[in-house]
């Protein structure tokens, strides 16, 4: 049986940082960027923010350096927002050339955050992705809050995918972003949406809040999702985002029909690095 791909962006520098208490510097950044790509052999780092900081923009300087010397340059991703291509300025400053835009992916979100109309949002949007193709940027896409999108507002979110399937994005992000998925919604929603738009790209972002983050990722590729998106000791905001080595683990002992690359044997290092660095001990 021939095996599918399955990517894996490792987001502790990003969306693993909003753990309370926790900041890496950008040395720490650096460190940590080089570990994942060249020991555990994650596909992809997401390691930032635009925006943010002073010391933010140091430590993806920083990285990006490293990597567009090593060939993992489009490897290093930066989460960006719809803001008239403020955020593009940004990515060009830092180096970076993936840019994976956080958008509204539930009709609440929009009404009530941006009070705008789908077309709106959809023609921000296309303008983003103009201004970052005319740039040489790569286009991956967030749609915040997906989860309850489904749930609440499914012809927003198919109205949306359609909107993307015009466009020149290379992965769509579907994150659980208040951590809400059972694994019989997450395998019941992602097959629903692979079906519909067979030739997205679609990257599954779950988070741990009822401690179901593993059991998620596990039913999202058996839907047929293309990539994860995971943290080093579980770290996230809240409860925190699906733990690495969990869902490694998973993968490789019970889902024979996917291929990863990550080095399963560079966990345990990884893990205590991340650790040290953090000041949060895992047992």
């Given amino acids: 049986m021939k095996k599918r791909k399955l990517e894996i962006m490792d987001t502790t520098l990003r969306d693993g940082e909003q753990t ?23 596909d992809r780092i997401e390691v930032a923010s635009a925006r943010v900081s002073d010391g933010e923009l140091e430590a993806v300087q920083k990285i990006t350096e490293w990597a567009a010397e090593n060939g993992f340059l489009e490897r290093v991703e930066v989460l960006t927002f ?27 979100h929009l009404k009530y955050q941006l009070k705008k109309t789908p077309e709106q949002h959809f023609n921000e949007i296309a303008a983003i992705f103009e201004q970052a193709t005319e740039r040489g940027i790569i286009n991956n896409i967030y749609l915040e809050d997906w989860s309850n999108g489904m749930r609440n507002s499914k012809e927003y979110v198919f109205e949306f995918l359609e909107f993307l399937s015009t466009q020149n994005v290379k992965r769509i992000l579907l994150p659980d972003t208040l951590g809400i998925l059972t694994h019989t919604e ?27 983050g593993v059991a998620n990722i596990m039913e999202a590729v058996k839907a047929g999702c293309h990539g994860l998106h995971l943290t080093v000791n579980g ?5 925190g ?43």
Wanted: glycine share 6%.
């Fill in 20 to 42: 309370s208490g926790v900041s890496f510097s950008a040395s720490e950044k650096l460190t940590l960027a080089k570990l994942l790509l060249e020991e555990l052999k994650v």
């Fill in 82 to 108: 719809v803001d008239g291509g403020v955020s593009l300025d940004w990515m060009k400053t830092s180096g970076a050339v993936s840019q994976n835009l956080l958008t509204k992916g539930s009709l609440n």
């Fill in 186 to 212: 997450t395998y019941a929603y992602l097959t629903e949406i692979i079906q519909k738009f067979p030739n997205l790209h679609f990257d599954f972002h779950g988070h741990n809040d009822y401690d179901l």
């Fill in 235 to 239: 770290m996230g905001e809240r409860a």
């Fill in 241 to 283: 985002n699906a733990p690495m080595a969990s869902a490694i683990a998973v993968i490789n002992d019970f889902l024979p029909e996917v291929e990863i690359n990550v080095n399963e044997t560079s966990l345990y290092k990884v893990s205590k690095l991340v650790s040290a660095f953090t000041g949060f001990t895992i047992p």
